[in-house]
């Protein structure tokens, strides 16, 4: 089992940053893949970025959002910056043996964290 924590969301207007962090416990080195989805009201779930290795994003956040980890504190982080309204959802961190932008084929989820951008 591993635990995820999200914390760091919170409201900005827009062009503003966040960053997002993800704190593991449990059985981490058995799910090394970390990534952060998001959801918005009435949205299906999708993927933001990703990193085991190397980090990878999604198109509509490139060159915006950093994804990091410090494997010393079992922590995953998510730079956001210049902000947009349409970035407004709750943002969940996930943990899988393999890389997917499938949230489907991650088995560990944290609670979520909000973030809103105001216009």
């Known amino acids: 089992q591993v635990q995820l924590v999200e914390s760091g969301g919170g409201l900005v207007q827009a062009g503003g940053s966040l960053r997002l962090s993800c704190a593991a416990s449990?059985?981490?080195?058995?799910?090394?893949?970390r990534a952060w989805f998001r959801q918005a009201p009435g949205k299906e779930r999708e993927f933001v970025a990703g990193?085991?290795?190397?980090?990878v994003y999604a198109d509509s956040v490139k060159g915006r959002f950093t994804i990091s980890r410090d494997n010393a504190k079992n922590t995953v982080y998510l730079q956001m910056n210049s902000l947009k309204p349409e970035d407004t959802a709750l943002y969940y961190c996930?943990?899988?043996?393999?890389?997917?932008?499938?949230?489907?084929?991650?088995?560990?989820w944290g609670q979520g964290t909000q973030v809103t951008v105001s216009s």
């Open positions: 990193i085991n290795w190397s980090a």
């Open positions: 996930a943990a899988s043996r393999t890389y997917s932008s499938d949230p489907v084929r991650y088995d560990y």
């Open positions: 449990g059985r981490t080195l058995s799910s090394p893949v």
